[in-house]
């Protein structure tokens, strides 16, 4: 029998459960009729005008406070007589207990089993398992299921905890978008959330993750930082979920995707897709998945079509947006005055339908404590003027309620990229400071520093450790990057300040000369200054971005490092926001002076962007680069950037490929061959095959004993998939556009929440 106490529930989700179980047992339909207009009634069913049978859901703590409002409803139930009276509650009773609720409803409660306490649903729960699986809600978060998701291997996630799990589970409104998701994965394998920022795209993967891990997979791994981790975790006879949140966020962009990072996800994404027992999640903003198709070849050919489940306003109906507001301020510490200041004028009625609705503003305003230093008669009003200028919520405390030190420091790091080692940021603040000294009366002492750190802690940033003893500071949240980018924008004092005090080189990346969404317009004004400064600096500029360093054996000593500084990085990272025709000299100029002779699998990477964007190669050493690139070939993966160069350089490419000796590339791949374990040969195929299709390459026999190893390994691992069955996912209403009178029942029954939580 299951053993759930119901408090996880919001009170209208307690009672679909009820009318569920109930329609089951008792084989006919049970209209609805929630708190507030109900009269007595929370469900009825009735053959003609006369109540034949109420039901009446109640969520309670304990049995007093529940006998004491009963007491009340009596009175009510006296009045509509029904002919059956049925009562259901969360609170456990004993046959005494039941004996006191009969006696106070005779006539109408006429045995004691129309008393449904919680060991009574459980009991029902237990015959009828079909509707537990249908109720997300209850079933994620039980002593069972929720015991399996804990002790289930998880990597990289220090946020996949129990409190954690529960929060999420217990704001989450269930909608069609998970079902679609979930069609998707039975599908594909894998599917790509995308959506705008703030929509619940991270809420709905980690909705998913518990899901699966709750139907018989074995572990989760977190993708933090880029698709090595993935492969690095992946183990050929285990059920795995990967999650890969944000997998194309702004480091993606900004740092081109080094060592093929866009092609290593593709591939990524077909091994998935091949196997019998993983799952991929991914989430992403959908403008920057369209950035990325249009930057990148690999993804832009990429078959995305029935792939992605996006998420957009269009599938939060009216009645769904009203449950997240609902389940926000019912699982809250909001004080009763605030809650009253919602429900006044139906003001939560102008929320829901509010153009610039968005969950993650209802979190950050009700749960981030953004109402703390409003009057509770104020609380609406400052509401809408968060919906109504989103940046209101973070615009407040940031001018008004923190030094000026830590302003600096937070758009500092919306330049920096988060996370970043807070050495850094010591030494980025430390130089705008000194730099701008005429304009900003702020000695910088090492307390200062601390007090800012303590002061934005939990509020605008996090702070960690890692397991070699680096600290960093990350945003808490991605919607204050968003924020800080649009305030520097519309400040031009800042903008020029910050420019001038720039110690890292990814600290230019993140302005453009064109619009671009997430970074920040150069005006004509400031555009000297800026490309001067990198420049005059190119060779000393440092770099902050970081990437996580994963042992899958041990995520204990997973640790953050810096990316690659070399110059070819930065002189890549140029020519993607400018014209090569403005720093044409100075870029001849880097290459020329480049030494070619030790070229690493990225620099080569760097080299074969540069030279796409290159307009005029005339005064390039374009033999030189080629040969060097050559001598340097070591993997499979460098002979597909390699020959990359035929299509940006045909005719020098032809005339050196003819001189070439072709068994040093056969024995580089016939070496990968032999050192890539059984899970990995099938992606070391399509990769040999794209080789054998841009040049002439004599390895037909290896490739044939490459794809006789494969079928061999994939008959003696065949393991079926098993997909979802459609009748075991969560159960949803659709609604319509004209549920106000349901909308307002919904709300009305916060103003008893005080004593049914």
């Known amino acids: 029998m299951s ?49 034949d049978i109420i039901v009446q859901c109640k969520k309670y703590k304990n049995f007093s406070s529940l006998f004491c409002n009963l007491k009340k409803e009596a009175v009510k139930v006296k009045k509509i007589k029904p002919l059956r009276y049925i009562l259901a509650t969360s609170v456990g009773l004993t046959p005494l207990q039941k004996n006191k609720i009969v006696n106070i409803f005779k006539p109408f409660i006429t045995k004691n089993e129309d008393i449904l306490g919680r060991n009574d649903l ?82 709905l993967a980690r909705m998913l993750s518990y899901y699966f891990l709750a139907n018989n997979f074995d572990e989760f791994v977190f993708l933090s930082d880029d698709i090595d981790s993935g492969y690095e975790s992946y183990l050929e006879n285990k059920k795995q979920i990967f999650l890969f949140d944000d997998f194309l966020g702004r480091n993606f962009l900004e740092s081109k995707l080094l060592k093929n990072e866009e092609r290593k996800i593709i591939d990524f994404i077909i091994r998935i897709s091949k196997s019998n027992n993983k799952i991929l999640i991914l989430t992403t903003r959908e403008y920057i998945l369209n950035q990325a198709k249009n930057y990148f070849e690999d993804f832009d050919t990429f078959d995305w079509k029935n ?28 004080p009763s005055m605030y809650i009253d200041n919602i429900l006044k004028n139906k003001n939560y ?42 940046e209101t919520i973070w615009k407040h405390t940031f001018d008004n309620q923190i030094y000026e030190m830590s302003r600096i420091l937070l758009m500092i790091i919306a330049t920096t990229g988060s996370p970043v080692f807070i050495s850094d940021i010591k030494l980025a603040i430390q130089n705008f400071i000194k730099v701008n000294k ?26 960690n450790v890692d397991a070699r003893g680096n600290h960093r500071i990350e945003f808490q949240n991605p919607s204050i990057y968003d924020f800080l980018i649009k305030y520097i924008q519309e400040n031009s004092d800042i903008f020029t300040d910050l420019i001038k005090s720039f110690i890292f080189f990814n600290q230019f990346t993140i302005f453009s000369i064109k619009e671009s969404a997430g970074k920040i317009k150069l005006n004509n004004n400031i555009f000297d200054l800026y490309l001067e400064k990198i420049v005059s600096n190119f060779e000393k500029l440092d770099r902050s971005t970081l990437i996580r360093v994963v042992d899958s054996s041990n995520e204990k000593n997973n640790y953050w490092e810096k990316r690659n500084n070399r110059n070819l990085y930065k002189i890549d990272e140029i020519l993607k926001e400018f014209e090569y025709e403005k720093i044409k000299d100075f870029i001849k100029d880097k290459i020329n002076n480049y030494d070619f002779k030790n070229i690493s699998s990225e620099e080569q990477q760097h080299f074969i962007n540069i030279l796409k964007k290159v307009k005029n190669t005339e005064e390039l050493k374009i033999d030189e680069i080629i040969s060097g690139i050559f001598d340097n070939l070591t993997f499979v993966d460098d002979v597909i950037n390699f020959i990359e160069l035929k299509k940006i350089k045909p005719t020098e ?52 004993s490459l794809k006789e190893d494969i079928e061999e390994n994939r008959i003696a691992k065949e393991e079926k998939w098993k997909e979802i069955d459609p009748s075991d996912l969560p159960s949803y209403y659709e609604d319509s556009d004209n549920d106000e009178d349901e909308i307002t029942d919904i709300f009305e029954s916060l103003k008893e929440k005080n004593n049914q939580i």
């Open 3 to 51: 053993n759930y106490d119901f408090q996880n529930l919001s009170f209208i989700e307690f009672e679909s459960i009820v009318q569920d179980l109930l329609q089951k047992q008792l084989s006919l339909r049970l209209e609805c009729f929630t708190e507030g207009k109900d009269g007595g009634i929370d469900l009825r069913h009735s053959k003609n005008i006369d109540n």
């Open 122 to 203: 459980n009991n029902l729960l237990g015959i009828y398992d079909d509707i537990e699986k249908k109720h997300l809600k209850l079933y994620l978060p039980s002593v069972g299921v929720l015991k399996k998701i804990l002790h289930s291997k998880v990597y990289n996630q220090s946020q996949f905890e129990k409190d954690k799990i529960e929060e999420t589970i217990k704001v989450y409104v269930e909608n069609q978008s998970f079902n679609e998701a979930v069609e998707i994965i039975n599908r594909n394998k894998f599917v790509i959330i995308s959506g705008i920022p703030g929509i619940g795209k991270t809420t």
């Open 307 to 334: 792939t992605k489940c996006i998420l957009d306003l269009s599938k939060y109906t009216r009645k769904i947006r009203a449950k997240i507001l609902y389940n926000h301020i019912y699982f809250s510490n909001l």
């Open 349 to 390: 009625i102008k929320i829901i339908d509010h153009r610039n609705y968005n969950p993650r503003i209802i979190e950050n305003i009700i749960e981030k404590g953004g109402w703390k230093n409003i009057e509770n008669s104020q609380f609406y009003d400052y509401f809408k003027k968060c919906l109504d200028y989103p």
């Open 438 to 463: 005429e304009n900003y009366s702020i000695p910088y002492t090492e307390s200062n520093f601390k007090k800012c750190l303590k002061e934005l802690e939990n509020t605008f940033i996090i702070t």
């Open 653 to 704: 490419f032809i005339i050196f490929w003819e001189k070439i000796n072709i068994n040093k590339i056969k024995s580089i791949i016939t070496e990968e061959i032999q050192y890539t374990g059984e899970e990995d040969k099938e992606y070391l195929l399509s990769r040999i095959e794209e080789i054998q299709s841009n040049v002439d390459l004599p390895i037909g026999s290896i490739v044939d």
